[in-house]
């Protein structure tokens, strides 16, 4: 008799028919070890999720894998800060419209990206001119070959675009997050429409509906259309290509970093080469952002990946400029760490 396996399909926001061979609810630190435990005993994968709204799944998964729903959040009022401790399965958008309503100020700008509180540190999530690491204070993790738990300070975190250290790290579970908000209030106003609000008068709620306004404007809603948001990250390129490619493409949007690489808008690059509404199967380039694969109800993950490759190849060709997947790729026995070139 074959073995039983459970549906994915609502652990995934892309929504697609993927099966494990167990599906696990860890409401404690100690059920994510013992599923951890188990999975060795077994010699089975194992693989940890938050709402799994920035994962790939390549086939059906054959081993445990454990939802991260570890809740609880406290907050600690000082004298110039508030400080959160917040568990790592809360969702992380009802977090940023609780704090805002006990008035809390300083999450607004990631509001609406979904997903869980503890899987904010892995990608450093980002938008709207502000990421988690401007805020994080202190990640805590169950160290799953130890079982020890430890805190890592913001600097240990590595911090990137899209990057951190528990990209690299398997045997890190994230189980809470430290936040350090400060009371002195200072809106960030720098990203795109927002630059139309009064710095003087504006309050936090402005700036979160504004933003909740903008996203739902451009980005697909992930319980009527499967999609991960950005299914590649925005290229960083050296000040000389982005020099030669302004004289041929003089409206190309190019933000300059600190470390003197500029970064490009994948979206923009993907949307000159007239690939939006493009489908192959049942996935298609978001009419309204061309950064987004979406499902329209009936893809495969092999539609999306050779959607993903046709985005890929038309950029690379017109610009010499290869995306790199924002989306992390899960295939049967884990994380994909194979060149991403294998499967793009
Ligand atoms: P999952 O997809 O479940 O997991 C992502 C990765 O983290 C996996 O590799 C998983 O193994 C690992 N992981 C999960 N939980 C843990 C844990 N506790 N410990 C260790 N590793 C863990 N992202 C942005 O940065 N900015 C945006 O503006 C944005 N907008 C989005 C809009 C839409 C419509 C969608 C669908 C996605 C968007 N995303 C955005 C991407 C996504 O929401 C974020 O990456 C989010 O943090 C993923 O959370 P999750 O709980 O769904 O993670
Ligand atoms: N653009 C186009 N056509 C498109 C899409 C975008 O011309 O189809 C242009 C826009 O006009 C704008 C530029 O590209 O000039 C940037 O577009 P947008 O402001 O929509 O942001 P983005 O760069 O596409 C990034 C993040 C988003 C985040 C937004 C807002 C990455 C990979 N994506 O998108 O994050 O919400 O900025 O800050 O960095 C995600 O990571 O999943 C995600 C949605």
């Known amino acids: 008799m074959s073995p039983q396996y459970f549906s994915l399909q609502a652990d995934n926001t892309f929504g697609l028919k993927i099966q494990a061979r167990q599906r696990i609810i860890a409401d404690t630190p100690n059920t994510i070890l013992s599923a951890w435990q188990n999975s060795r005993r077994r010699h089975q994968p194992f693989l940890l999720l938050g709402a799994g709204s920035n994962v790939l799944f390549l086939n059906d998964f054959a081993g445990i894998v454990v939802l991260n729903r570890i809740k609880g959040i406290k907050i600690n009022e000082q004298d110039k800060a508030w400080k959160l401790h917040v568990g790592a399965g809360e969702n992380w958008h009802m977090l940023v419209e609780w704090t805002l309503k006990k008035g809390i100020n300083g999450l607004e700008n990631l509001a609406l ?4 509180t503890g899987s904010a540190p892995v990608q450093n999530i980002g938008a709207y001119g502000m990421e988690f690491k401007d805020v994080c204070e202190y990640v805590d993790i169950l160290n799953l070959n130890t079982g020890i738990t430890q805190r890592l300070d913001r600097e240990e975190c590595a911090f990137g675009y899209r990057d951190s250290i528990f990209k690299y790290e398997p045997y890190y579970a994230i189980i809470a997050v430290g936040i350090n908000l400060s009371k002195q209030w200072q809106p960030l106003l720098t990203y795109g429409d927002l630059a139309r609000l009064n710095p003087v008068t504006v ?9 909740c306004y903008m996203r739902k ?17 925005n290229p960083l390129v050296s000040y000389e290509k982005a020099e030669m490619l302004k004289m041929t493409y003089p409206g190309i949007p190019s933000y300059p970093q600190v470390n003197g690489k500029v970064k490009l808008a994948a979206g923009w690059l993907i949307d000159q080469c007239q690939l939006k509404g493009l489908r192959i199967g049942g996935a298609e380039v978001y009419q309204k952002q061309a950064l987004v694969l979406i499902n329209v109800g009936h893809a495969t993950s092999q539609d999306i990946i050779e959607l993903a490759k046709t985005v890929r190849f038309h950029v690379g060709k017109k610009f010499d400029v290869w ?6 790729f899960i295939g049967a026995h884990g994380e994909y760490n194979t060149p991403i070139k294998a499967i793009l």
Not at 204 to 211: H, K, P, Q
Not at 220 to 228: K, Q
Not at 323 to 328: A, G, I, N, Y
């Open 203 to 211: 309050t936090a709620f402005e700036v979160f509906n504004t933003i």
């Open 323 to 328: 995306l790199e997947p924002e989306v992390r």
């Open 217 to 233: 404007s451009k980005l697909p809603e992930t319980c009527m259309t499967g999609n991960v948001g950005s299914f590649f990250k």
């Open 113 to 116: 990206i979904p997903g869980m």
